[in-house]
């Protein structure tokens, strides 16, 4: 009998009844794959791909959706390995955001740099829900991309055994992200009411869609991340880099109207092209009624955040072919 493995997503036949007894009852997604014959003499002979042909990925979604009991239960697993044996426990959350808003207010006062300007320290307390709000919102990038870049490394002894989608672990490390800013903007409205900041009621779905635009940002980018992760763990040394970067090229810790007065239209759009720049400044208007970003500059970044996803979905899929050997 030839050498017969089990593999995904090849030139195959399905298997059966008497092939690999043992293997449990034959399914989808289940192969009988002759290692000795490659995929090039598989053609010539006549056999057929199994399954119908996914070219952007989409299916993977349906798949993922389908077991979305499993990745309830992965994100249950990585909050509990998050907080088990924490003192104060989920208050984490909070406090890191709020040391952060804190320093920064500190240092601009300390500088000068809205003392002198607005005269007096009442522009203190009014960057401070700015700040605040832009901490949280970088909070989702930060810690989706630093959690999910090796989720598919972390789990290596499982992908090597098993066949589930792939694409839960990543997702789960963003749920983690998404409930550490659920959480943390319990913290908002108060502070915010003790700085003296007014909210506008009226346009807060703009946060909503603000925080949904950014979390489908951050799913295309931990599936690039992650399968890069697994075969070149290099990405792993570069992100934290990429990361401190890209949090001073945001307005995480200074309002849009800072590159109001120093930028020039052209180059205002440049910057709102960045879909972390458009969400967190989109939000802000939506919140706090903040200036609000150029619609040119939020538009290239609608378009970048989709093509990033729909990439991200067909680099996905074909990291799955290999994925299993490479890890």
């Known amino acids: 009998m030839p050498n017969i493995a089990r593999h995904e997503y090849t030139v195959t036949r399905p298997l059966?009844?008497?092939?690999?007894?043992?293997?449990?009852?034959?399914?989808?997604?289940?192969?009988?794959?002759?290692?000795?014959?490659?995929?090039?003499?598989?053609?010539?002979?006549?056999?057929?791909?199994?399954?119908?042909?996914?070219?952007?990925?989409?299916?993977?979604?349906?798949?993922?959706?389908?077991?979305?009991?499993?990745?309830?239960?992965?994100?249950?697993?990585?909050?509990?390995?998050?907080?088990?044996?924490?003192?104060?426990?989920?208050?984490?959350?909070?406090?890191?955001?709020?040391?952060?808003?804190?320093?920064?207010?500190?240092?601009?006062?300390?500088?000068?740099?809205?003392?002198?300007?607005?005269?007096?320290?009442?522009?203190?307390?009014?960057?401070?829900?700015?700040?605040?709000?832009?901490?949280?919102?970088?909070?989702?990038?930060?810690?989706?991309?630093?959690?999910?870049?090796?989720?598919l490394v972390n789990y290596r002894h499982v992908i090597t055994k098993i066949y589930f989608p792939r694409m839960l672990l990543p997702a789960s490390s963003l749920l983690c992200a998404l409930f550490d800013l659920l959480v943390g903007g319990l913290l908002l409205i108060p502070l915010a009411a003790w700085f003296g900041q007014t909210f506008h009621w009226s346009t807060s779905w703009a946060a909503l869609v603000a925080v949904l635009w950014l979390a489908v940002f951050c799913f295309g980018a931990i599936l690039w991340l992650s399968s890069l992760n697994a075969q070149y763990r290099d990405v792993g040394y570069v992100l934290p880099f990429l990361l401190q970067i890209g949090m001073f090229l945001s307005p995480v810790v200074y309002g849009y109207d800072r590159i109001e007065n120093s930028l020039s239209k052209f180059w205002q759009i440049v910057y709102c092209a960045n879909p972390v720049a458009s969400c967190i400044g989109l939000a802000r208007w939506g919140i706090l009624g903040a200036p609000l970003p150029p619609v040119m500059g939020m538009a290239l970044a609608a378009i970048l955040t989709a093509g990033l996803v729909l990439s991200s979905l067909v680099w996905f899929q074909r990291c799955n072919q290999w994925m299993a050997d490479r890890i």
């Open 16 to 151: 059966a009844e008497n092939d690999l007894l043992g293997w449990g009852p034959i399914g989808d997604g289940i192969f009988a794959v002759d290692q000795s014959t490659s995929e090039k003499s598989a053609k010539k002979e006549g056999l057929l791909y199994y399954g119908q042909p996914d070219p952007l990925g989409f299916k993977q979604l349906k798949e993922a959706w389908d077991s979305r009991e499993l990745l309830l239960g992965f994100f249950q697993r990585d909050l509990l390995i998050r907080y088990r044996q924490v003192f104060i426990g989920v208050l984490w959350v909070l406090i890191q955001p709020l040391l952060g808003t804190m320093i920064f207010l500190l240092l601009f006062y300390f500088m000068g740099t809205r003392r002198d300007q607005d005269g007096g320290s009442a522009a203190f307390w009014q960057d401070a829900s700015v700040i605040l709000l832009g901490m949280l919102l970088w909070q989702l990038v930060n810690n989706s991309l630093r959690d999910a870049t090796g989720a």
